[in-house]
């Protein structure tokens, strides 16, 4: 779990400042790491990487991350809703800040909208 801090932190503080050559090629490394915690059921990294999707997904939104919406969209359906909390606002960025690529294709917006519904006729615990 430090390590995922860690890495959060690089990213984030290389957001905030000018470091290109950080910037692109800490993307693809992430999303290997992610993409690992998410294919093989990791839970206790889940908080932590949900939160390194919301980084990676704040300012653009790279081809490789909408694939990645697909494998949280499984890890939703599999494990419900513990974690969408979690999750949100890695799908506010989703929803808000490419807006066209979520519109043009239609399994990524009924994604959005299962998990939505779900949430909301589900008997919740207190969180969501």
């Given at each position: 779990?430090?390590?995922?801090?860690?890495?959060?932190?690089?990213?984030?503080?290389?957001?905030?400042?000018?470091?290109?050559?950080?910037?692109?090629?800490?993307?693809?490394i992430i999303i290997n790491v992610v993409?690992?915690?998410?294919?093989?059921?990791?839970?206790?990294?889940?908080?932590?990487?949900?939160?390194?999707?919301?980084?990676?997904?704040?300012?653009?939104?790279?081809?490789?991350?909408?694939?990645?919406?697909?494998?949280?969209?499984?890890?939703?359906?599999?494990?419900?809703?513990?974690?969408?909390?979690?999750?949100?606002?890695?799908?506010?960025?989703?929803?808000?800040?490419?807006?066209?690529?979520?519109?043009?294709?239609?399994?990524?917006?009924?994604?959005?909208?299962?998990?939505?519904?779900?949430?909301?006729?589900?008997?919740?615990?207190?969180?969501?």
């Amino acid at each position: 779990m430090g390590l995922l801090k860690t890495v959060e932190t690089l990213l984030t503080v290389c957001n905030g400042r000018s470091y290109p050559e950080v910037l692109n090629n800490l993307p693809p490394i992430i999303i290997n790491v992610v993409g690992h915690i998410f294919q093989n059921n990791i839970t206790d990294f889940y908080e932590e990487t949900f939160s390194l999707v919301y980084d990676l997904t704040a300012k653009s939104i790279l081809a490789q991350m909408w694939q990645m919406l697909e494998l949280i969209y499984q890890v939703f359906k599999k494990d419900g809703l513990d974690y969408f909390i979690d999750v949100m606002p890695a799908l506010h960025n989703y929803v808000t800040v490419d807006r066209p690529a979520l519109l043009s294709n239609p399994n990524r917006l009924l994604a959005i909208f299962d998990m939505c519904k779900s949430v909301l006729t589900s008997n919740p615990t207190e969180d969501p």
